[in-house]
């Protein structure tokens, strides 16, 4: 759930930025492979899975439900409001 507290949030939100606007200079073919180098490090440096005492199928599963928790909201909030408006536009299928 990305509802984290508003309080939180500012001591991510310019290292965000960042990164953002760093993956936006990318030509838009590369820049599918620089976020997924940029999402796959922060995962492997975020549960230390880099080192074998971190290693363990727990937080394997941790970092891919976090992932797949994060595709199913990117799809709920933007892909599904986005196929709605494309449906009154197009028509239904």
């Not at 492979?33 to 549960?47: D, S």
């Not at 971190?54 to 986005?82: K, Q």
Request: with cysteine; hydrophobic share 35%; aromatic share 10%.
């Amino acid at each position: 759930m990305p509802y984290i507290p508003q309080d939180d949030r500012p001591r991510y939100d310019a290292l965000i930025e960042e990164l953002a606007k760093l993956l936006l200079l990318q030509q838009p073919d590369k820049r599918k492979g620089h976020a997924n180098y940029v999402i796959t490090q922060i995962a492997r440096k975020a549960w230390g899975v880099d080192y074998p005492e971190n290693e363990s199928y727990s937080n394997y599963a941790d970092i891919i439900g976090t992932l797949e928790c994060s595709r199913l909201e990117i799809y709920r909030r933007w892909v599904a409001v986005y196929e709605d408006k494309a449906i009154v536009k197009n028509g239904d299928v």
